[in-house]
């Protein structure tokens, strides 16, 4: 299966800095012939302050989403938190991601598959991979019954269910990733994708904030694919240390493409 690439910003900061990192991302595909998904969140309903910020909220964020989408030709990623937001978010977005700490949320996954997009469930970091089946499931059984609605006739085609390991919980502030769950979630899906910075997290770890090394980056990527990751996702950020959200974690973006020539 070839392998598939996610990059972009934490949050939507600014339509500048959504340009910048686009730009990029577009060059990167010219001379490695890749197909870079652009992720950005719109907003981040889990930060650890309620003083901390957290996007343009969906309707700007999404129009600056899909102003992106037009310019650049990049397909586009970006998460959910409530049910109501799958269906005016799948208007734009290509893939809707559940987030780590969603992943058990019934309604929530039953409304992303209802979109008939990709969806990419990220391992909770209290989970193992085995035990990500089960929000799987739900998302299968939801397109089955819907299909079985509309008739066979009528069934959508192309439909994708993607698992991403992000790591586990490990005492207080830190996350550990066991790379095994890689290849326990590939029994489960045949697109497994390494988060590769949130794994480098430290959440919580900040004083109010989470903290992170963005250092382990690299060889968290190259580990994950030797044990057989066929996707990868990277927050970047020109000035990761300026960043409003996940700055400490996020991978400098003129790294990237070195990073993306080492896994391809």
Known sequence: MKQIFIAGPCVIES???LDTVARTLVEINSQLGTQIIFKA??????????????GP????????LSDIKSRYGLPILTDIHEAWQAEPVAQVADVLQIPAFLCRQTD?????????????????????????????????????????????EQTREGREVWLCERGNSF????????????????DIVPRV????????????????????????VPPMAL??????????????????????????????????????????
């Open 193 to 216: 994708i390494m988060d590769c910075t949130h794994s480098v997290q430290r959440p919580g770890g900040g004083q109010g904030f989470t903290a992170g090394d963005r250092r382990f």
């Open 223 to 264: 580990a994950a694919k030797a044990f057989g990751a066929n996707g990868f996702f990277f927050e970047v950020h020109p000035e990761p240390d300026k960043a409003l959200s996940d700055g400490p974690n996020m991978l400098q973006l003129s790294e990237l493409k070195g990073l993306i020539e080492k896994l391809a």
């Open 171 to 186: 005492g207080y502030n830190n996350l550990v990733v066991d790379f095994r769950n890689i290849s326990d979630m590939l």
């Open 41 to 54: 969140s719109f907003d981040k309903a889990n930060r650890t302050s309620l003083g901390s910020f957290r």
């Open 57 to 64: 909220g969906l309707e700007k964020g999404m129009q600056m």
């Open 15 to 17: 339509a500048d800095l």
């Open 108 to 152: 929530l996954l039953v409304a992303a598959a209802l979109t008939g997009r990709t969806v990419n469930i990220k391992k909770a970091q209290f989970l193992s991979g085995a035990d990500m089946r089960y929000p799987v499931e739900k998302v299968r059984q939801t397109w089955a019954r819907a299909d079985a609605q509309r008739g066979a």
